[in-house]
């Protein structure tokens, strides 16, 4: 019997438009291979089919060498993890069924994942040669990606409590659709947060929400902004361009004003000092200096990943299933993906 420091550990993420595939030899990851798609640029948001083709062309070369770069081969693995959702089902798909038939092959059993909480866990993540550093439970994460913007109560990698969560758009959405008025491209995200490193955050005022709770909303920001837009251009026809660096840092600092303020509301109630963030608005700079500004203002210890494990990655999913491994959490065949769920 292997001690569980030694288990080997394969995971696979297919749930939107990245392939990815990783290896974990107990909590330290040994490989973490990404195929990306270039292709949904051209028409401003993911594909759902066009998705699922290019994870069918690409599943099998990426968790190859995945495999390769751990220096392992497929007889060294204990069990898969995959994403089961949410996110694309076509997607998934690929994922559970490539998955299903390499468990075959292998005689060794399947983990289904949460794509949402492998998110949160990839906080758990250790690299070679670095020292561990992990959140204490419980612990509050702020789960900010393009489809969510949740505040959790972790009290386990198997309890997470939504405690807070948008009724609307999410506020990576909200980046998204807003650069897109603008006629900034896809995705984005990472566009909004390069234009907002030179802008002036207080040039313009955007609606803020009033929600009760812990609760997010991000409708009214976006409807704002689009009206701001609307007067500006009334005004200038070349107001976009003459003023995008400064909406963008407005855009940037209301979203991240509106998430920071509901999360310290709820780590002071509930006297919680350990607070992380996770999903891929967590690679936004502003919203990482946010953070430790907040450490310092409030003596929070926090908890920032890597680039690397911002967007989707099988990272996060090993990591997770690393978890259910030590409690012999596994599923069957029939086990089926999904497309929305909450954590």
């Not at 290019?54 to 060294?76: C, F, M, W, Y």
């Not at 999913?317 to 690393?322: L, N, Q, R």
């Amino acid at each position: 019997m292997k001690k569980d420091s030694e288990v080997i550990l394969l995971g696979i993420e297919s749930s939107c438009d990245d392939t990815s595939a990783a290896v974990l030899r107990g909590n330290t990851l040994l490989s973490n291979v990404t195929a990306s798609q270039a292709v949904h640029s051209a028409y401003g948001g993911v594909v759902p089919e066009l998705a699922s083709r290019a994870h069918q062309q690409n599943i099998i070369p990426v968790v190859s060498e995945a495999i390769k770069r751990a220096g392992l081969t497929p007889q060294d693995l204990d069990a898969i993890a995959f994403t089961r959702g949410p996110g694309l089902l076509g997607s998934l798909l690929v994922g559970t069924s490539f998955t299903k038939g390499l468990s075959i092959s292998l005689g060794i059993p399947m983990i289904e994942i949460n794509h949402l909480q492998a998110h949160v866990l990839a906080h758990f993540i250790r690299e070679e040669g670095e020292p561990e550093r992990t959140p204490e439970f419980p612990f509050l994460c702020l789960l900010v990606s393009g489809g969510n913007s949740q505040i959790l109560l972790v009290k386990s990698p198997y309890d997470m409590q939504i405690i807070g969560q948008t009724i609307d758009d999410a506020a990576g959405e909200a980046f998204d659709k807003c650069a897109k008025v603008m006629g900034l491209g896809y995705p984005g995200g990472p566009i909004i947060n390069k234009l907002a490193n030179v802008g002036n955050p207080q040039a313009f005022t955007f609606a803020r929400p009033h929600v009760p709770g812990y609760d997010y909303s991000f409708s009214g920001l976006k409807t704002s902004f689009l009206y701001t837009l609307r007067d500006g251009l009334k005004a200038d026809a070349d107001f976009i361009e003459k003023n995008k660096a400064d909406l963008a840092a407005s855009l940037q600092y209301t979203v991240i004003d509106i998430l920071m303020k509901q999360l310290r509301r709820a780590a002071k109630e509930l006297k919680i000092k350990q607070v992380a963030v996770a999903g891929g608005v967590s690679a936004n700079t502003g919203l990482r200096d946010a953070y430790q500004a907040y450490a310092r203002r409030y003596g929070w210890e926090v908890f920032i990943p890597k680039f690397a494990y911002t967007t989707d990655n099988a990272a996060m999913v090993a990591m997770s299933g690393y978890f259910k491994y030590l409690r012999g959490d596994f599923c069957d065949m029939e086990v089926a993906p999904y497309a929305r769920v909450t954590v």
